[in-house]
């Protein structure tokens, strides 16, 4: 039986979302104990499940929260989540809240583990081939990274993709300015270097933002600076090429009609688009499993970030850094 923290109270949409997310979850996992942080009488109705334990929590952490904030708040449901796992050795802990709050107080909770600098937020994006995802990684964990740094990166996105998403052999890559050696900041290069050193399994090179997502890449190594700025613009473009051909089909009758005609495959794109299903963020290079859930999830979107923990437990991805990340390959 594995344990699962969940902080309950730090989605956009309230208890209601997590509420909702824990009760489809559990529909699949029946091998796994929820504890559900976070103002009791808004989490009644998880009462009846069997393997939920509900721990009162009064005080909720804002969106716009940052790290010493959140660590000031200790009856926070955030830090009385992370307490929890500290102390008990749960398996995982989930939160919907503010994003950079979660992860400092994670990593001051839990520690990194030995050998690793920096731990990096790591998410799965979707990619022009249906159904396949290539995960990126740091997405926004630190503003600075060093290339020994981007060396663990790559260990740690090798092991995520091999064990959580049962990629056999994955093809591992650097973000750069040019799919060239010699291009890319002073730091990438260097790691660039390194890597082919070390006859690094699964590295192939470099490549640039336009063919990242082209399905060709299992994992993306980047910065954390330069891997928030793609995630962000990933997120812009795909919203703004959703309005755009919206916009041109509802223009007249006939641009209704072609609509209707090509409905089904805008409903293939929409779907290979859908960020939801990939549930969340997680922090990789800590000591535990740790899942930032998307802020505005919805209930089927917080339960696929529950599934992205249960899947980082059962795979043992934190035991699998702790015996790779720190050895030099």
């Known amino acids: 039986m594995y344990t699962l923290v969940v902080d309950c109270m730090g989605s956009d949409g309230g208890s209601k979302v997590t509420v909702a997310g824990i009760k489809l979850f559990l529909t699949k996992h029946s091998n796994v104990k929820i504890i559900a942080v976070g103002k009791k009488e808004e989490l009644e109705e998880l009462q009846s499940e069997n393997n939920v334990e509900i721990v009162d929590a009064r005080d909720v952490v804002p969106m716009e929260s940052g790290a010493l904030e959140v660590m000031r708040m200790r009856k926070s449901s955030m830090m009385i989540a992370l307490d929890l796992m500290k102390e008990n050795g749960y398996d995982g802990v989930v939160s919907a809240g503010s994003t950079g709050g979660f992860l400092s107080a994670a990593t001051v909770k839990l520690k990194l583990v030995e050998g690793v600098d920096r731990a990096a937020l790591i998410s799965p994006f979707p990619t022009a081939i249906k159904g396949k995802k290539v995960v990126v990684l740091d997405i926004g964990a630190s503003n600075e990274n060093t290339p020994e740094q981007l060396v663990q990166f790559a260990k740690m996105g090798r092991i995520y993709s091999n064990k959580v998403m049962k990629v056999e052999k994955p093809k591992i890559y650097l973000l750069s300015n040019g799919a060239e050696d010699e291009k890319g900041s002073p730091e990438v290069k260097e790691a660039h270097k ?104 919805d209930g089927y979107s917080f339960s696929c970030a529950l599934d992205v923990a249960y899947r980082m437990v059962e795979g043992k991805v934190v035991e699998l850094l702790k015996q790779g990340v720190g050895e030099i390959e």
């Open 194 to 297: 390194m890597l082919k050193e070390m006859n690094f399994e699964g590295f192939v090179g470099n490549i640039e933002g336009r063919d990242a997502l082209n399905g060709d890449c299992d994992v993306i190594v980047t910065g954390g600076f330069a891997g928030n700025v793609f995630l962000k613009s990933v997120e812009g473009v795909a919203s703004m090429m959703k309005g755009m051909i919206k916009k041109a089909f509802y223009r007249n009758l006939k641009s209704k009609i072609g609509y209707v005609l090509a409905k089904k495959g805008f409903d293939e794109m929409s779907e290979t688009m859908d960020y939801k299903s990939t549930g969340g963020a997680m922090l990789l290079g800590v000591n535990g499993v740790v899942v930032k859930a998307h802020g505005s999830s």
